[in-house]
């Protein structure tokens, strides 16, 4: 018997969040963290065992993440009677998925009233920015405070203009923390290739000072329904082995953020 297709949005979306309530058992969380696992091993020692785990990928929309180093695991934590949870693994658009897919664990996150994300993500150091020639020093931790969207198409769906940005209070207070050092302007490229000594030179003249290839689209579309976001990056430096012991600090700072006031009512036209 031939199936019947199931109309987009029935069980694609999840605007108000129940997916994560009924996965976690908890109505509300402060903190988004999505981090891949290597980023978090003083979290999984500091904080311990979670009060919830559960599949990514159980979550409406969201795949599995498939990239080396990734897992399929989503967990919540209380922390001082707040709630945080952590994603430890993400899907990016060179792995074949879609906006709608690549986005989908922001938007059902942004109906679970958050009131921070932050998005851990290794960056491309640009030849010219300063990084690579005597800048920064390999596996320093810095965050992101702007971008460029250089991915060929727009960061999510949208029925209309919108406006978005990183919140420049919790880039600044994560910046105080030891083991980061400043900020950086991120441009977003569809990998999977890393860019060319031509391709570092021009996006550096166009003022970025790392490449990434995800996490832009995500915190834009959390930023767009009014949570405050902040992305640490940390530059890719082959063979090294081990990686800055900062994550349950970060995660701290984030706790720490008092946004000026939740945006409820989602994307604002921009403009107005």
Request: net charge positive; glycine share 12%; proline share 7%.
């Amino acid at each position: 018997m031939a199936q019947q297709s199931v109309p987009l949005g029935t069980w694609d979306e999840d605007p108000d969040g129940a997916s994560i309530l009924l996965a976690t058992g908890r109505a509300r969380h402060d903190l988004l963290v999505i981090a891949e696992p290597a980023f978090l091993r003083d979290l999984d020692q500091v904080w311990g065992r979670p009060s919830a785990r559960v599949r990514l990928s159980f979550l409406p929309g969201v795949h599995a993440p498939s990239a080396p180093g990734q897992e399929d695991a989503l967990m919540s934590y209380e922390r001082g009677g707040l709630g945080v949870l952590v994603a430890r693994g993400r899907t990016s658009l060179y792995e074949g998925e879609s906006v709608r897919s690549t986005t989908a664990l922001a938007r059902i996150a942004s109906g679970a009233r958050l009131r921070a994300a932050l998005l851990v993500t290794r960056a491309t150091p640009l030849r010219g920015s300063g990084d690579v020639a005597g800048g920064a020093a390999p596996g320093q931790v810095r965050v992101v405070s702007d971008h460029l969207n250089l991915s060929g198409g727009p960061l999510f769906q949208a029925t209309g203009m919108v406006s978005a940005s990183w919140d420049a209070n919790l880039t600044e207070r994560l910046g105080r923390l030891r083991g980061v050092s400043g900020s950086a302007v991120a441009a977003l490229v569809p990998g999977p290739l890393r860019p060319s000594p031509a391709e570092s030179r021009v996006l550096a003249s166009m003022g970025a000072d790392v490449a990434v290839t995800d996490s832009v689209a995500e915190a834009m579309a959390l930023a767009s329904r009014g949570v405050s976001v902040s992305a640490p990056d940390l530059p890719r430096c082959p063979g090294r082995r081990r990686e800055p012991r900062t994550g349950a600090a970060l995660l701290a700072a984030g706790l720490r953020c008092r946004p000026g006031g939740r945006r409820r009512g989602a994307q604002k036209p921009a403009g107005r």
